[in-house]
């Protein structure tokens, strides 16, 4: 999450491109979305006990359990001439890249358009904690199953979206993360959850390792928003910046948990 704030950093400033981003987790670790209140919605008896991280996320959004996946991320200005005004178009453009990177991977993906008034109306007010419970616009779904979670926010000009792109799931611990009013609701959620979302390895008989994920999602990404790739290597200067940033935000209680 630092280094995510500080690319955006950068980029306000000029000092670096636009950024297409891939990344993992370790530990494994849990993630909230920024205005998510965590102390009525986490189970953090069940974080310790899998040996989770925990982290809040500058972008809103409910939560998600980053395991076995490929986390992305993409920082552009708001003003780039390919970027859209609207909040939801310019997360159309975004998630091309998304939409082409499955399809190399050989899966049918489709862009998430809610169409009724119904279901917009159930993206204000979602019923789960669970970010993967249902998609939003413009997110990946095959077989009307949701397959990737994203997020965007937008600070001081520069957007940032974010997401999960997951390749296999562990639903039982996911569900354990969160805090039901019964054991009936809970079981009543997960089995729902069951046909509103799906891991890749769900679809694929041999899912593909993450790096060819990351092959195929980079391509995607090239091909989607018209671009040529060059690596980014930071300096030891701006890897002390994000290590501060994680130190005295990001690790701290008061960021997290929202004391």
Not at 17 to 28: L, T
Not at 105 to 110: C, D, T
């Amino acid at each position: 999450m630092a280094m995510d704030e500080k690319l955006m950093d950068w980029h306000r400033a000029g000092l670096i491109y636009p950024v297409v981003r891939f990344y993992g987790w370790m530990p494994a670790t849990l993630s909230v979305g920024y205005f998510q209140k965590v102390h009525k919605e986490i189970n953090f008896e069940a974080v310790k006990k899998n040996q989770l991280g925990f982290v809040r996320r500058p972008t809103g959004g409910r939560g998600v359990l980053h395991d076995d996946e490929l986390t992305y991320s993409v920082i552009v200005s708001e003003d780039h001439p390919d970027m859209p005004e609207s909040v939801t178009e310019a997360y159309r453009v975004i998630s091309a890249g998304l939409l082409e990177g499955f399809n190399r991977l050989g899966l049918k993906a489709e862009f998430a358009i809610p169409q009724t008034k119904a279901e917009r109306e159930m993206l204000k007010n979602p019923r789960s904690s669970v970010c993967f419970d249902a998609p939003s616009w413009y997110e990946m779904v095959v077989e009307g199953r949701k397959i990737a979670g994203s997020a965007q926010t937008r600070q001081k000009g520069i957007i940032l979206q974010h997401g999960s792109i997951i390749r296999s799931l562990d639903e039982d611990k996911l569900f354990d993360l969160f805090l039901y009013p019964s054991e009936r609701v809970r079981e009543r959620m997960q089995k729902g959850f069951k046909s509103k979302a799906a891991a890749i390895d769900e679809l694929i008989p041999e899912p593909p390792s993450l790096a060819v994920m990351k092959k195929n999602f980079r391509a995607g990404f090239e091909t989607a928003l018209n671009v040529q790739f060059e690596e980014l290597v930071l300096t030891a200067s701006q890897e002390e910046e994000i290590l501060h940033l994680a130190k005295v935000k990001y690790s701290q209680d008061e960021w997290n948990y929202k004391l």
